[in-house]
């Protein structure tokens, strides 16, 4: 017994290391230029992520954006995903610092991370472009009337909670990035403060979701503020909710007038170090109700189905020359912008000597700067059966719909595969004979008819014979 005790404990101890893998920390690269940002992530396999403690800060650096890619992958049947939470910092100035060693807990886990030391270099000659920032118009906000205290003055501030769209309209499937923001001016930031915002968010969610439409949010898990400036003048701005919606029907995209209940304190008239300086108060703020119309997409015998995207096609063989009965890989991924999720394999159209079978598929989905890019994967196993030059654009195709040119376009394979050798018509009859090792023994097996009933008939009888029985020693008893 202690034996097996002690088997026990060391396959369980063996069994800890193989899950915690499962959670992994990575760093980014060193040396960098000082005008790209350094990474931290966090990998997920196989599991969805549902708390995690915050990044670390890094000396030196400053915390800015932080975006989530999901891989799936498909392999016979069995499906395997990893999800990735990059946090980016941004340098403050060139010199060499060092990412000082540092844990998280991510799902009740904790991950571990030995640090390393980054070196900033000057700035590449390339540097990317800074992303537009939206148009925004200061929202009108209905304010309280002010309580008639001497000694506390009501200072108007410089707020405002507003929905922003990238496009006006969107055909049915095409995405439209949707984000609701808080704009707060940095002179006012002692004045308002949020409160019970876990609760109003949820709520605020809640009336963001559309029925009509699938939704991939972005995870933000910390709200931290950004540095923007509105009409000249500098502002912090708070993303509470990012989403990219595609609808899928006519059903127009409808955003309700959305409501936060902020903190918002009167300052002392005259304020003293024996009083207090402000008084706390409520303030609600209002964003503008959105419409975001859906338009039909133009008339074709598969405009219910298609998909809808800016999409390209990348594909690649194997082997551009292959033997008869020997097998290859044909691999068709559509790589582009739009929603991945919905994308169908392509049907093959075998030829006479071409046989095709069912893909694996692997999904590859970044969300990022308002965007869901990413690539679907199909590949194909292929058996040749008789020698020939064969065209893969023959075989298949995939039709979509472009909301870019607002016209329906196809994506074509443009390999080509020689296949050498002579048919064996034996073996390939001997293939399509061979069924598996169940039918393998048919021919040793009894074929003999068997009565599906016969059960019944057994449990009937068992059932007369236990009540005679139960009969018999009752009356026995009884007697005594």
Not at 37 to 62: A, M, N, V
Not at 69 to 77: A, L, M, R, Y
Not at 345 to 373: C, H, I, M, S
Not at 398 to 417: E, G, M
Request: charged residues 20%; hydrophobic residues 40%.
């Amino acid at each position: 017994m202690r034996a097996f005790l002690l088997l026990v404990s060391l396959c369980a101890a063996l069994a800890v290391p193989g899950r915690a893998q499962q959670i992994s920390i990575e760093l980014g690269k060193s040396p960098l230029p000082i005008n790209q940002y350094y990474t931290i992530s966090i990998k997920l396999q196989d599991q969805q992520l549902k708390d995690y403690t915050p990044f670390p800060e890094i000396e030196g650096f400053k915390k800015s954006n932080r975006y989530s890619s999901t891989k799936t992958i498909i392999t016979g049947g069995k499906t395997s995903t990893v999800l990735t939470i990059v946090q980016n910092y941004a340098a403050l100035e060139e010199g060499e610092y060092a990412v000082r060693p540092f844990s998280m807990r991510v799902n009740g886990q904790m991950v571990q991370s030995q640090g390393m030391p980054v070196k900033v270099t000057p700035m590449q000659a390339n540097a990317p472009q800074a992303l537009n920032m939206p148009n925004l118009i200061l929202e009108d906000i209905d304010e309280p009337p002010v309580e008639d205290e001497p000694e506390f003055v009501d200072k108007e501030d410089n707020a405002f909670l507003t929905i922003y769209t990238n496009k006006k309209e969107v055909f049915v499937g095409e995405g439209v990035n949707v984000v609701l923001y808080f704009y707060l001016a940095e002179a006012d930031q002692p004045l308002l403060d949020f409160y019970n915002f876990a609760d109003q968010l949820a709520g605020i969610l809640k009336q963001m979701q559309q029925p009509h439409a699938w939704e991939e949010t972005f995870d933000y898990t910390e709200i931290t503020p950004e540095n923007v400036t509105v009409q000249g003048e500098p502002y912090l701005r708070f993303k509470l909710y990012e989403a990219v919606l595609f609808p899928l029907s006519l059903e127009p995209l409808r955003f309700p007038q959305l409501k936060l209940q902020m903190i918002k304190y009167k300052v002392a008239r005259h304020p003293s170090l024996l009083t207090q300086d402000r008084q706390e108060g409520y303030k609600i703020f209002y964003s503008r109700e959105r419409v975001i119309p859906v338009r039909e997409l133009p008339p074709h015998p598969l405009r219910d189905v298609v998909p809808v995207g800016d999409y390209r096609l990348h594909e690649s063989l194997s082997e551009k020359k292959v033997a008869v009965n020997k097998s290859f890989t044909y691999l068709f991924e559509v790589e582009g912008e739009g929603n991945l999720s919905a994308i169908m394999p392509p049907v093959p159209e075998a030829p006479p000597g071409l046989e095709f079978y069912p893909p694996n598929v692997r999904q590859d989905v970044t969300k990022r700067a308002g965007r869901v890019v990413g690539a679907k994967s199909f590949s194909y196993a292929v058996l040749p059966r008789q020698a020939g030059q064969y065209n893969l654009r023959e075989t298949m195709h995939w039709i979509y719909f472009n909301p870019t040119t607002a016209a329906y376009d196809t994506l074509r394979p443009s390999l080509q595969v020689q296949v050498a050798g002579r048919s064996d018509n034996s073996m390939a009859v001997a293939l399509t004979r061979d069924l598996g090792s169940f039918y393998n023994i048919i021919q040793n097996e009894d074929n003999t008819l068997v009565n599906m009933h016969l059960l019944d008939r057994i449990k009937r009888y068992t059932n007369i014979i236990l009540l005679v029985l139960l009969a018999v020693s009752a009356f026995v008893f009884l007697k005594k």
